[in-house]
T-cell receptor, first 114, second 113 residues
Framework: SAVISQKPSRDICQRGTSLTIQCQVD?????MFWYRQQPGQSLTLIAT?????????ESGFVIDKFPISRPNLTFSTLTVSNMSPEDSSIYLC???????????FGSGTRLTVV | AQKVTQAQTEISVVEKEDVTLDCVYETRDTTYYLFWYKQPPSGELVFLIR??????QNEISGRYSWNFQKSTSSFNFTITASQVVDSAVYFC??????????FGKGTRLHILP
Protein backbone atom coordinates (compact mmCIF):
# COMPACT_ATOMS: atom_id res chain seq x y z
CA SER A 1 0.00 0.00 0.00
CA ALA A 2 1.05 3.60 -0.58
CA VAL A 3 3.01 5.16 2.22
CA ILE A 4 4.41 8.46 3.40
CA SER A 5 7.89 8.42 4.91
CA GLN A 6 8.85 11.20 7.24
CA LYS A 7 12.18 11.93 8.87
CA PRO A 8 13.60 12.51 11.33
CA SER A 9 11.19 10.67 13.59
CA ARG A 10 12.31 12.72 16.55
CA ASP A 11 14.87 15.31 17.48
CA ILE A 12 15.96 17.42 20.41
CA CYS A 13 17.13 20.84 19.33
CA GLN A 14 18.61 23.90 20.95
CA ARG A 15 16.55 27.06 20.96
CA GLY A 16 17.47 29.45 18.19
CA THR A 17 18.40 26.71 15.74
CA SER A 18 16.40 25.36 12.79
CA LEU A 19 15.26 21.87 11.86
CA THR A 20 14.22 20.63 8.44
CA ILE A 21 11.72 17.79 8.26
CA GLN A 22 11.49 15.70 5.13
CA CYS A 23 8.41 14.00 3.73
CA GLN A 24 8.57 11.47 0.90
CA VAL A 25 5.49 10.04 -0.78
CA ASP A 26 5.73 6.90 -2.87
CA UNK A 27 3.29 8.19 -5.49
CA UNK A 28 2.83 11.55 -7.18
CA UNK A 29 0.40 13.87 -5.43
CA UNK A 30 -0.73 17.38 -6.24
CA UNK A 31 -1.04 18.67 -2.71
CA MET A 32 0.87 17.88 0.44
CA PHE A 33 -0.11 19.20 3.83
CA TRP A 34 1.87 19.99 6.95
CA TYR A 35 0.25 19.78 10.38
CA ARG A 36 1.34 20.50 13.92
CA GLN A 37 0.08 18.57 16.91
CA GLN A 38 0.99 20.18 20.20
CA PRO A 39 1.11 17.92 23.27
CA GLY A 40 -2.32 16.56 24.09
CA GLN A 41 -3.96 18.64 21.36
CA SER A 42 -5.57 18.14 18.00
CA LEU A 43 -3.93 18.64 14.62
CA THR A 44 -3.62 22.14 13.24
CA LEU A 45 -2.86 22.75 9.59
CA ILE A 46 0.27 24.80 9.03
CA ALA A 47 0.28 25.04 5.26
CA THR A 48 -0.57 23.41 1.96
CA UNK A 49 2.31 22.72 -0.39
CA UNK A 50 1.73 22.55 -4.14
CA UNK A 51 4.49 21.64 -6.52
CA UNK A 52 5.84 24.61 -8.43
CA UNK A 53 4.21 27.32 -6.37
CA UNK A 54 4.52 28.98 -2.98
CA UNK A 55 2.94 27.20 -0.08
CA UNK A 56 -0.35 28.51 1.27
CA UNK A 57 -0.16 29.22 4.98
CA GLU A 58 -2.97 29.13 7.50
CA SER A 59 -3.71 31.97 9.84
CA GLY A 60 -1.10 32.17 12.56
CA PHE A 61 1.67 30.55 10.52
CA VAL A 62 4.18 32.50 8.42
CA ILE A 63 6.71 31.58 5.81
CA ASP A 64 9.65 33.07 7.71
CA LYS A 65 9.01 30.73 10.62
CA PHE A 66 7.95 27.65 8.64
CA PRO A 67 9.49 27.76 5.17
CA ILE A 68 8.31 24.91 2.95
CA SER A 69 9.80 23.46 -0.19
CA ARG A 70 8.02 21.30 -2.76
CA PRO A 71 10.56 20.53 -5.48
CA ASN A 72 8.57 17.70 -7.11
CA LEU A 73 5.35 15.72 -6.83
CA THR A 74 6.66 13.20 -4.29
CA PHE A 75 8.69 15.26 -1.84
CA SER A 76 8.35 18.20 0.53
CA THR A 77 10.25 19.72 3.41
CA LEU A 78 9.15 21.83 6.34
CA THR A 79 11.70 23.90 8.25
CA VAL A 80 11.02 25.08 11.76
CA SER A 81 13.18 28.18 12.09
CA ASN A 82 14.63 29.98 15.07
CA MET A 83 13.07 27.47 17.40
CA SER A 84 11.78 28.15 20.88
CA PRO A 85 10.39 25.69 23.46
CA GLU A 86 6.88 26.61 22.27
CA ASP A 87 7.68 24.86 18.97
CA SER A 88 7.94 21.53 20.76
CA SER A 89 5.29 19.47 18.98
CA ILE A 90 4.73 16.62 16.61
CA TYR A 91 4.88 17.71 12.99
CA LEU A 92 3.09 15.58 10.41
CA CYS A 93 2.86 15.60 6.67
CA UNK A 94 -0.14 14.31 4.80
CA UNK A 95 -1.41 13.65 1.30
CA UNK A 96 -4.33 12.00 -0.40
CA UNK A 97 -2.78 8.97 -2.03
CA UNK A 98 -5.92 7.49 -3.50
CA UNK A 99 -8.86 9.22 -5.13
CA UNK A 100 -12.04 9.17 -3.04
CA UNK A 101 -10.13 7.95 -0.03
CA UNK A 102 -8.89 9.39 3.25
CA UNK A 103 -5.72 11.34 3.71
CA UNK A 104 -2.63 9.39 4.69
CA PHE A 105 -0.31 10.77 7.32
CA GLY A 106 3.37 10.29 7.90
CA SER A 107 4.45 8.85 11.21
CA GLY A 108 5.35 12.31 12.47
CA THR A 109 8.42 14.13 13.74
CA ARG A 110 8.48 14.58 17.50
CA LEU A 111 10.38 17.80 18.13
CA THR A 112 11.61 18.91 21.53
CA VAL A 113 13.24 22.32 21.84
CA VAL A 114 15.41 22.90 24.89
CA ALA B 1 -16.27 29.20 8.50
CA GLN B 2 -15.87 25.50 8.95
CA LYS B 3 -15.77 23.87 12.33
CA VAL B 4 -15.82 20.40 13.88
CA THR B 5 -16.98 19.92 17.45
CA GLN B 6 -16.33 16.82 19.49
CA ALA B 7 -17.98 17.65 22.77
CA GLN B 8 -16.78 14.53 24.56
CA THR B 9 -13.24 15.15 25.71
CA GLU B 10 -12.76 11.79 27.37
CA ILE B 11 -14.87 8.65 27.69
CA SER B 12 -14.28 5.50 29.74
CA VAL B 13 -16.25 2.31 29.24
CA VAL B 14 -15.81 -1.27 30.34
CA GLU B 15 -14.77 -3.77 27.72
CA LYS B 16 -17.60 -5.24 25.62
CA GLU B 17 -19.80 -2.19 26.13
CA ASP B 18 -20.94 -0.19 23.12
CA VAL B 19 -19.76 3.40 22.90
CA THR B 20 -20.72 6.29 20.63
CA LEU B 21 -18.44 9.20 19.85
CA ASP B 22 -20.23 12.36 18.83
CA CYS B 23 -19.22 14.73 16.05
CA VAL B 24 -21.00 17.88 14.96
CA TYR B 25 -19.76 19.91 12.02
CA GLU B 26 -20.43 23.35 10.59
CA THR B 27 -20.10 24.44 7.00
CA ARG B 28 -22.11 26.44 4.51
CA ASP B 29 -20.82 24.46 1.58
CA THR B 30 -23.05 21.80 0.08
CA THR B 31 -20.10 19.66 -0.96
CA TYR B 32 -17.88 18.48 1.83
CA TYR B 33 -16.21 15.38 3.18
CA LEU B 34 -16.20 13.95 6.66
CA PHE B 35 -13.59 11.69 8.19
CA TRP B 36 -12.80 9.74 11.30
CA TYR B 37 -9.24 8.98 12.35
CA LYS B 38 -7.86 6.91 15.20
CA GLN B 39 -4.66 7.85 17.03
CA PRO B 40 -3.52 5.01 19.29
CA PRO B 41 -0.91 5.56 22.01
CA SER B 42 1.82 4.86 19.47
CA GLY B 43 0.92 8.16 17.83
CA GLU B 44 0.24 7.30 14.20
CA LEU B 45 -2.96 8.49 12.58
CA VAL B 46 -5.11 5.68 11.24
CA PHE B 47 -7.75 6.51 8.65
CA LEU B 48 -11.12 4.93 9.43
CA ILE B 49 -13.71 6.38 7.08
CA ARG B 50 -14.42 9.11 4.53
CA UNK B 51 -17.95 10.15 3.69
CA UNK B 52 -19.08 12.75 1.17
CA UNK B 53 -21.99 15.08 1.81
CA UNK B 54 -24.20 13.47 -0.80
CA UNK B 55 -24.05 10.03 0.72
CA UNK B 56 -26.11 9.81 3.88
CA GLN B 57 -26.10 6.05 4.03
CA ASN B 58 -24.90 4.72 7.31
CA GLU B 59 -21.81 2.59 7.17
CA ILE B 60 -20.85 -0.52 9.08
CA SER B 61 -17.40 -2.06 9.13
CA GLY B 62 -17.07 -4.92 11.56
CA ARG B 63 -17.59 -3.52 15.05
CA TYR B 64 -17.50 0.05 13.76
CA SER B 65 -20.50 1.96 12.46
CA TRP B 66 -21.11 5.54 11.46
CA ASN B 67 -24.33 7.54 11.48
CA PHE B 68 -24.37 10.56 9.15
CA GLN B 69 -27.31 12.93 9.57
CA LYS B 70 -27.25 16.13 7.56
CA SER B 71 -30.37 17.40 9.33
CA THR B 72 -28.41 17.67 12.57
CA SER B 73 -24.95 18.14 10.98
CA SER B 74 -23.70 15.12 12.83
CA PHE B 75 -21.43 12.23 11.95
CA ASN B 76 -21.34 9.95 14.96
CA PHE B 77 -19.16 6.90 15.39
CA THR B 78 -20.17 3.81 17.33
CA ILE B 79 -17.95 0.97 18.47
CA THR B 80 -19.88 -2.17 19.32
CA ALA B 81 -18.54 -4.67 21.86
CA SER B 82 -15.54 -2.48 22.61
CA GLN B 83 -12.11 -3.99 23.16
CA VAL B 84 -9.05 -2.74 25.01
CA VAL B 85 -7.29 -2.26 21.67
CA ASP B 86 -9.90 0.37 20.82
CA SER B 87 -8.36 2.67 23.42
CA ALA B 88 -7.13 5.70 21.51
CA VAL B 89 -7.89 9.29 20.64
CA TYR B 90 -10.47 9.55 17.89
CA PHE B 91 -10.66 12.58 15.64
CA CYS B 92 -13.55 13.66 13.50
CA UNK B 93 -12.58 15.90 10.59
CA UNK B 94 -14.05 17.92 7.73
CA UNK B 95 -12.74 19.00 4.36
CA UNK B 96 -14.19 21.03 1.52
CA UNK B 97 -13.63 20.09 -2.10
CA UNK B 98 -11.45 17.24 -0.85
CA UNK B 99 -8.87 19.79 0.18
CA UNK B 100 -7.23 20.47 3.52
CA UNK B 101 -8.73 18.79 6.56
CA UNK B 102 -10.00 20.57 9.66
CA PHE B 103 -9.88 18.40 12.75
CA GLY B 104 -12.02 18.37 15.85
CA LYS B 105 -10.30 18.40 19.21
CA GLY B 106 -10.61 14.65 19.57
CA THR B 107 -12.17 12.27 22.05
CA ARG B 108 -9.90 10.17 24.23
CA LEU B 109 -11.47 6.75 24.65
CA HIS B 110 -10.44 4.43 27.46
CA ILE B 111 -11.62 0.84 27.31
CA LEU B 112 -11.25 -0.73 30.72
CA PRO B 113 -10.62 -4.47 31.01
Amino acid sequence: SAVISQKPSRDICQRGTSLTIQCQVDSQVTMMFWYRQQPGQSLTLIATANQGSEATYESGFVIDKFPISRPNLTFSTLTVSNMSPEDSSIYLCSAQLRVNYGYTFGSGTRLTVV
Amino acid sequence: AQKVTQAQTEISVVEKEDVTLDCVYETRDTTYYLFWYKQPPSGELVFLIRRNSFDEQNEISGRYSWNFQKSTSSFNFTITASQVVDSAVYFCALSLRDDKIIFGKGTRLHILP
